[in-house]
């Protein structure tokens, strides 16, 4: 499955993006797991506070803490 990861900041009501890539996963857990590991390596201006993950179709499957923390 396709999905968009986005990583942003968030302070007030303002996002401010500062990544988005695209990425093959079998499942929103990977998906998620393969972000955090993003979340490390990428070289980033600013460091990200939020990240957003949807589908390809650009519905949103999880919105977080950027440290990739799984809702229960």
């Known amino acids: 499955m396709?999905?968009?990861i986005e990583?942003?900041?968030?302070?007030d009501a303002d996002e401010a993006t500062l990544d988005k890539v695209s990425l093959e996963?079998?499942?929103l857990r990977a998906a998620l797991?393969?972000?955090?590991?993003?979340?490390?390596?990428?070289?980033?201006?600013?460091i990200p506070d939020r990240l957003r993950i949807c589908d390809d179709s650009g519905?949103?499957?999880?919105?977080?803490?950027?440290?990739?923390?799984y809702p229960v």
């Open 25 to 27: 996963a079998p499942n």
């Open 7 to 11: 990583f942003y900041r968030l302070r």
């Open 2 to 4: 396709n999905f968009v």
């Open 33 to 46: 797991q393969d972000a955090t590991a993003l979340f490390h390596t990428l070289a980033m201006t600013q």
């Open 59 to 69: 519905s949103e499957l999880y919105a977080g803490p950027a440290d990739g923390a």
